[in-house]
């Protein structure tokens, strides 16, 4: 009797699907992985490396060439100066050579014994440089008549060097000091709580701000497109430009907002709303409230719109109030998006990096882990600590989203 | 809370506070358009916010009642003991202006506020409206000056002069007599800071991301949705995921890679990278997309024997031009928004987007007025698309981005 069970084994048809699935997926994922992928492992790596700013430039030789004495009339004695130095202060260079053409009618008269002249080329072996090395090369001429017919300098015709350096980016040396720093001392406690601040309130505050802005438009009257248009606009706006006017506005000498307060008496000399310690970390928190609440608003609108009218309609049949229809029929109906939109903007809030950067690059207290990330690698120019500033960020997120997998699988509608 | 539910308490307390949040409106309103002393004296406000309250609880809510409270209001603002206080050199045209505007507008809207106001103890559903009622014309005033205000001085500052905005930095009224030279900010960021060149490095980025975006998550959207493979689900997930990584994060590999093989400073180098942060997200809202699709008629057309990619051509895009837009729009305004890859990897002048350009205007050096016309400038070509496109961009928004 033949088997009628079905084929155990993926068919050709299912392999052809397979295969046409990954051929449309594989550009996306080359290009993820070069740009996301390969930078994330880069972090890792730079962060266990001893690296600055300026070692991104791998050290060099620097060469100056010049003739020094009498060299206008024949007979004259003078010396070919190569001034010579290792460009980095922490790095030797190894091999270092040297190679020059020598014009005509400089006769040499010594050399150095490192050096070899084969006709009017110089070959010199410098060996190996300590980190900050700097040399005088000196090799001593007789002036003869060809040089003062040709007026050919020895710097005419540049000299090249040669030297092998150990880029710090590739080779083996580590070290957990990046670690050791950021984790040193009362900075870093402040620094995240700072950011727990800023990304907890930040987050709350939007949610609960467009949950009221959505509240207000959700009954249809005419206008009602403008306002939701309206009320996008500070999401939508590039946030330099928003930001740069919130500082404008609330600027400590000439802001608007301060001579507003002024005149109605509410204070009696100008607030440093950016500047001073705690009010600017709650500042930069109502910036982010203010930019995106349109977001939270536009989500829960959505929702809202999608509850069926039927329910209310039923609790009002009933005797419920306005109040108990909001808290016993939308809030339940709410939940899920606002859970949601919590985990989702509390992730990105934690992310954000523009906006405070911005309005106070990190200064008043103002400093959230990823503005540290900044300061660390562009600021004090230590790359290293920059890098491990990104991988505790990492890791933070890593643990948020284990968190967000288990929602997002539950409200996949999003 | 009970004790609130009565005709005689709720009318004047709403009153009360009604009017404090109109005499502050008020007062800001006119501090703004005029540069003139005006405050808003919260004592009278709640004191004749109080009496107008409890006056329309036991007169009733008829026209003259109403128009009585409006002159009443006006006529208190003008003898100086009003709701909106004023100092002495504000013009009597201003201070008029300012009464009118409070009287109407009181006047006007806490007439609906007390609709259903009686005298005696009130029903839930009665005190609960008027609350609401209250609380929705508070929440109008209130999120429409806060998106306004910033975006006003924004528009105001890009219009004066250094010397005008320390004088008084509260006068935003605008002096017609100067004619085109209103505009001079505008102008010499046009003729001496190369802003015609940021516009269109900035317009010429956004449109190829957008294009090289929709290039790689039109398929990879349409394999994640329809066909049948292994890790599809895990694909699926992992592409939000990516969407967690902060950029500032993967800004510093990048940035050093890029130094090592000078793609800084290019503009393909932006190009390169710009794309890469938007494709996750689009992928995700055009799969969802997608998947909303009937398959029938896609398999109609395998049946006739069209290739997949011959039915994604035929079919699938042209009915999914919507979402195509959506994305467009709103991958072009994070391309256009963008600045921490640009102001990290462009030092060139002559390369920089406007964003970056504007960061470049932030010195001490520069006017302030430049730093507003170049954010004006930034900020007009991306909200007339939105106000054009709003339909798209909403659903866009919606559709599967939660990114900020």
Known sequence: MADVSPPISTGPLAKREARLAWGLLFPTIAAVALVVVLPLLAIFWISVKPVELGDLRAPEVVLREDIRGDYEAVGDKANIRYRLRNSSQEQPIKGVTLTDTLPEGLRVTGLDERCVLDGRSLNCDLGDWEPGFRENLMIPVVVEQAYVDLGLRPQDSPASTTGQ?????????????????????????????????????????????????????????????????LYLFPYVAPVIAVAFAWLILFDPFSGSANALLLQMGVTSEAINFFGERPLALIMVTVFEIWRYFPLSFLFILARMQSIDSDMYEAADMDGASPFQQFWYLSVPQLLGILSVLFLLRFIWTFNKFDDIFLLTGGNAGTRTLTVNVYEQAFAISNIGAGAAVAVVIFGCLLAFSIFFLKYISREEGL | MSKLRFGYVTGPILG?????????????????????????????????????????????????????????????????????????????????????????????????????????????????????????????????????????????TSLKNQSELIQNPLDFSIDLSKGTELFRSYDELFTQFNFGTYLFNSFSISVLTVFITLAFAIPGAYAVARLRFRGQAAFSRSILLIYMVPMIVLALPIYIAFSMTGLRNSFWGIVMIYPVTTIPVALYMLQGYFRGLPAEIEEAGLMDGLSRLKVIWQITLPLSLPALASVSLYVFMIAWNEFLLAFMLLDDPTKFTLTRGIASLNSSEIPRQHLMAGSVIATVPIMAIFLGLEKFMTKGLTAGSVKG
Request: aromatic share 12%; charged share 10%; proline share 3%.
């Open chain 1, 165 to 229: 350096s150990s880029n710090v980016l590739t080779n083996t040396t580590f070290t957990l000091d990046n670690f050791a720093r950021i984790f040193n001392g009362d900075e870093f406690v402040e620094v995240l709580l700072v950011t727990l601040f800023y990304t907890v309130f930040g987050t709350i505050g939007a949610l609960l701000v467009g949950l009221f802005a959505a509240l207000l438009l959700n009954k249809s009257f005419k206008g009602q497109g403008i306002l939701r248009g």
């Open chain 2, 16 to 156: 009360a506070l009604w009017m404090v949040i109109l005499a502050v409106t008020v007062a800001i309103a006119m501090s703004f358009a005029t540069g003139q002393a005006f405050r808003p004296g919260i004592l009278w406000s709640l004191v004749w916010g109080a009496m107008a309250g409890a006056g329309l609880v036991a007169l009733g809510r008829g026209r003259p009642v109403q128009l009585g409270l409006s002159v009443a209001i006006i006529a208190l603002m003008l003898i100086g003991f009003g709701p909106v206080l004023v100092g002495p050199e504000t013009s009597f045209s201003a201070r008029f202006v300012g009464a009118l505007l409070l009287g109407i507008s009181f006047g006007a809207s806490i007439v609906p506020i007390l609709d259903e106001i009686t005298p005696g103890a009130l029903t839930r559903h009665e005190f609960e409206g008027a609350v609401i009622r209250f609380l929705t014309g508070f929440g109008y005033i209130f999120f429409t000056a806060i998106v306004l205000i910033p975006f006003y001085v924004m528009v105001m």
